[in-house]
């Protein structure tokens, strides 16, 4: 199955500030999905990132805020922009994984002060 | 993508059977039954998927009544590292998916296992 190296698994941060976080996927595929999981939440798709073209965001979410990179068929970034403390969340890549389902990274647990 | 709606919590003891329902009375023809499991400070991971009937491995069962308006899924023998949220998704595009790939997660159901 597909592997997902995510990096930072944490981090804190100050407000006003921007955070860049990494994934790093074994094998080529062709779109990645970035989530966001809020204490306590569910998750919630941010944004689906097709290599070669601009990132595709989901309602509530603008490229501003979360300016995503998708350089090849394995790295993709997301950035948060000018923080504030309500994007403390969890904020988590995936791909589709060819042996079934999908697969997602570690998370980055992001705490803004 | 059909809404699903499940138990938000449920708690067990170690070496019971669980077993967790999910209802998805809009579900269209073409989709997909799929069930991940996110353990705490982890992604979720998928655990089993299925159309009708029922399917088996070597985690969960999932058992599909032929309206397919809800499922359950079935964890035999829990033990306390079965402790996480389970999710149920609904879509066309395989393993929970729509046809272009989003997994749409509802609030799913935090099962404690205890000893």
């Known amino acids: 199955s597909a592997v997902i190296s995510q990096k930072p698994s944490r981090d804190i941060c100050q407000r006003g500030t921007s955070l860049t976080i990494q994934c790093q996927v074994d094998?080529?595929?062709?779109?990645m999905f970035w989530y966001r999981q809020q204490p306590g939440q569910s998750l919630t798709l941010i944004a689906t990132?097709?290599?070669?073209?601009?990132?595709?965001?989901e309602s509530g979410f603008v490229i501003d805020k979360f300016p995503i990179s998708r350089p090849n068929l394995t790295f993709s970034t997301l950035t948060v922009s000018n923080m504030s403390p309500e994007d403390s969340s969890i904020y988590l890549c995936?791909?589709?994984?060819?042996?079934?389902?999908?697969?997602f990274g570690s998370g980055t647990r992001l705490t803004v002060v | 993508l059909a809404k699903t709606t499940q138990p938000i919590s449920m708690d067990s003891y170690e070496g019971q059977e669980v077993n967790i329902t999910c209802s998805h009375n809009?579900?269209?023809?073409?989709?997909?039954i799929t069930w991940y499991q996110q353990f705490p400070s982890q992604g979720p991971r998928f655990i089993i998927q299925?159309?009708?009937t029922k399917v088996t491995n070597e985690v969960a069962s999932l058992f599909i009544p032929a309206d397919r308006k809800s499922s359950t899924l079935s964890l035999p023998r829990v033990s306390l590292s079965d402790t996480a949220v389970y999710y149920c998704?609904?879509?066309?595009?395989?393993?929970?998916?729509?046809?272009?790939?989003?997994?749409?997660f509802g609030q799913g159901t935090t099962l404690q296992v205890k000893p």
């Open positions: 299925g159309y009708k």
């Open positions: 998704l609904v879509g066309r595009g395989g393993y929970g998916s729509s046809n272009t790939g989003k997994l749409i």
């Open positions: 094998s080529q595929v062709t779109m």
């Open positions: 990132a097709n290599q070669g073209s601009e990132a595709t965001y």
């Open positions: 809009n579900i269209a023809t073409n989709d997909y």
């Open positions: 995936s791909v589709e994984d060819p042996t079934g389902g999908y697969t």
